[in-house]
């Protein structure tokens, strides 16, 4: 059983809906966003708890798990949708963290960081990655190339050939800002916008950095090694925190960078959810009389031995050999026993089945007995 009570955590009832679940989780959500306490372990805890509450519960397939306790809940009692030490990576699958991430930065910073000049992030990059099946299954470690904006290294972001040519904006006296006073109908209304001479920075350039053309950005290609875990699924993104485009101006966070994952199909696997599904054609004589059979399954092949008189489009079950995440969720394997019928036989293999047949007669096949019987009694003889 579950040790923690996830309900509890987002403030909501057992009965609640998915809908009030959602937006108690978005509440929460903001209120302890990291961003808005920096330094504070306390409500960066809680922030970590409310997502693998939320990443639970937010679930129908998986709050029905957790409410029946199927949850398998890995050996530290939890999982961790912020895999990895560094705190920068998101787990994939959960759109609202993203939407949450825009609502908190949509507006150039948050609230505290909104001081002084007004600091601008730089743009997301996204970027595909192609994986094999068995890549997005096992997870792997890949590098991946691609270019993005750095900051000026000649003049610091801040675009000027140095500091001699770098003022202070006479029009908004270095705050980036400025007021406007309307007169309207309804009296004076007073708006804040970014400065139009300095575009919001603060300072005037007066002579451009000659590295960057005053951008105070140059584009550099990239190789980053990435860790990807195990069980992404084709279309599903992860972030990797300020890893995307240095901002414009100079100041202000990076821009992340959003990984897209695009699996190849599998000949031999179909993936739902965590569990697969593997097809397995098996030998007639081995369906009639048993034997090895090989199985594939994530970490290999492995042998089965098959029972004697297995059908056709069985379906054996093989609990947690499925898609295993660090998270400690894991899925089965479905194998579908298909039997092959064989083809081009030769005469002596012929007269070897004849033989079968004569000795057999009816008695082994019990669904073609009982169909011949249904058969007599809807078409009785006249
Ligand atoms: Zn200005
Ligand atoms: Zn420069």
Known sequence: MPTKDYYKILG?????????????????????????????????EKFKEINEAYSVVGDPDKRGKYDR??????????????GGGNGGFTATGFDDIFDLFSDAFGFGGSGSRRRGAQTSAGSDITYQVELTFMESVLGCSKPITFSRLEKCPSCNGTGAKDSAHLKTCDKCGGSGQ???????????QITVGACDKCGGTGRIVTESCKSCGGKGVITKNKVINVTIPA???????????????????????NGNLLLEFSVKPSALFKRD?????????????????????????????????????TANGEVLRFRGKGIRTQRGTVGD??????????????????????????????????????????????????
């Open 231 to 253: 069980g992404v699924e084709n279309g599903s993104v992860l972030q990797l925190t300020g890893e995307g485009n240095a901002p414009r101006s100079g100041s202000g966070r």
């Open 178 to 188: 400025v007021r406007r006073v309307q007169n309207t109908i309804f009296g004076q």
């Open 333 to 382: 394997l479905l194998v579908t026993i298909s039997v092959e019928v064989p083809k081009g036989i030769t005469r002596s293999q012929k007269k070897a089945l004849e033989q079968f047949e004569n000795d057999n007669s009816l008695k082994n096949y019990s669904k073609r007995r009982a169909f011949l019987d249904e058969i007599a009694k809807t078409y009785p003889k006249k």
């Open 273 to 309: 959810g965590y569990n697969l599904y593997v097809n397995v054609p098996v030998s007639y004589f081995t369906a009639v009389c048993g034997g090895q059979i090989e199985i594939p399954a994530p970490e290999g092949v492995f042998i089965h031995n098959l029972s004697e008189g």
């Open 12 to 44: 909501v009832e057992k009965t609640a809906s998915q809908d009030d679940i959602k937006s108690a989780y978005r509440r929460l959500a903001k209120q302890y966003h990291p961003d808005l306490h920096p330094g504070d372990n306390a409500a960066a």
């Open 69 to 82: 306790g199927e949850m398998d809940m890995g050996a530290n009692g939890g999982f961790n949708p912020f």
